[in-house]
């Protein structure tokens, strides 16, 4: 059996940064990946264009059981340490939003510079480990029938969603077998299926602004024939939805408002035409109801009523259905962090057992937070290991 310093479990995001720290430090290293490809969700984020890392990665852009869990890593590898390693790697970023960095030659670019900077270390794909073992301060990692030996090991498998790109919960038995809690996943930065609106607005998208708890998002919302989706409801996705969601489709205008002016000022105009002011034309059509009555024959409960609808509609969880587990970005949960080192990402029941990545249970916002919290907790991983 050949004997390594460290063995690290899954060549993705996290894997591969902490591989490139292990080969700096001069140590015997050893990959294993289950797919015959490295990186692969880095090689499809971003839209293909990765995005990176985002300039206001902080603790409250991170959700999980304990989000604080981050600052130790994010105080060591913030995002200027990753723009200087683009720099260095010569890959070329644009801002699509301020402090939002996208890679401007594809994220190829990335996987490339992360490969670049592993070698010296083994890298076995189409290795699908299935067990992680402990004898006499040695770990035994089997992967396909043969047994790999190390001093170290970290796990860094990822999270189980978008499952088409070859995904796997052995990080989360590897940990259980060493007494970890495991925090039950969900999809997260993903669409949600629900029955408020039905599928004549399917196509359309608008900006919004989501309440979810006391948090307001700002961002567009896309209707889908079987709910919503788009960023602003990705972004409610990650967080807590436990209370449901408030929408306003119309942020800019109090409707009731707008509705009574113009019923004073102009009764003889239609409501779908009033709300066409404000809204796209099949969003204002589809909430007058095809009623062609002048506005001065509403009354102002059913001008509230619509109001209401526009700026205030209220999804309760019951009728949220997070859509799904095989196109979410991410996952909710995972390992419990309780019993993980924040600053060197070691167990504290199995010391020489690390944890990195999104197999942890820390889920980052839409916006290049997962990456960077890939990258930062990897390469942590990867100086303690
Ligand atoms: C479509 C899509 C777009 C995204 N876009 C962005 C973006 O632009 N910006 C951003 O910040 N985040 C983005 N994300 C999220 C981000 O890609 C992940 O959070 C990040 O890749 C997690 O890194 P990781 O190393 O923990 O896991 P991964 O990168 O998923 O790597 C895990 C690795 O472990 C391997 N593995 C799993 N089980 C086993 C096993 N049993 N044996 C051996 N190997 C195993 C897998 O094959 C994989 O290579 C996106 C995700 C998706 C799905």
Known sequence: ?????????????AGLSATGELVTRGKRVLALDMGNTPARKVAVSGGGKCNITNMAADV????????????????????????QWCNRHKIKLYEKEPGRYFCTDGAGVVVDALIHDAMGADIKYNHAVESVTRHDDQF??????????????IVATGGTSFGTLGVSDVGYKI???????????????????????????????????????????????????????????????VRDISNGITINLCPGADMFGALKNAKQKNGKR????????????????????????????????????????????????????????QSAEIVRGGISTEHISSKTMESKLCPGLFFAGEVLDISGD????????????????????
């Open 366 to 385: 839409l916006g290049g937070f997962n990456l960077h919290w890939a990258w930062a907790s990897g390469r942590i991983a990867g100086r303690y290991a």
């Open 140 to 153: 035994i990692v089997a992967a396909n029938g043969t047994k790999f030996c190390a001093n170290s090991v």
């Open 175 to 237: 940990a259980k077998s060493f007494g970890h809690k495991i925090i039950p996943v969900r999809p997260a930065l993903c669409a949600m299926a629900t029955s408020m609106f039905g599928p004549d607005l399917a196509g359309i998208s608008v900006p919004v602004e989501i309440t979810v708890a006391r948090e307001k998002i700002q961002d567009n919302l896309l209707f889908t024939h079987f709910g919503i989706g788009g960023p602003a409801v990705y972004r409610a996705s």
């Open 1 to 13: 059996m050949k004997q390594y310093d460290v063995i690290i479990i899954g060549a993705g995001a």
């Open 270 to 325: 239609n409501i779908s035409s009033i709300l066409s002011e404000y809204l796209p034309v099949r969003i204002a059509k589809y909430f007058s109801n095809n009623d062609v009555r002048n506005i001065a024959d509403w009354r102002d409960s059913e001008i509230r009523a619509i109001a209401d609808r526009i700026n205030k509609t209220q999804i309760q969880s019951s009728d949220i259905k997070l859509y799904n587990m």
């Open 60 to 83: 409250t852009r991170y959700f999980g059981e304990n989000p604080n869990f981050v600052r130790g890593a994010l105080s060591r590898i913030g995002p200027t340490d990753i723009l």
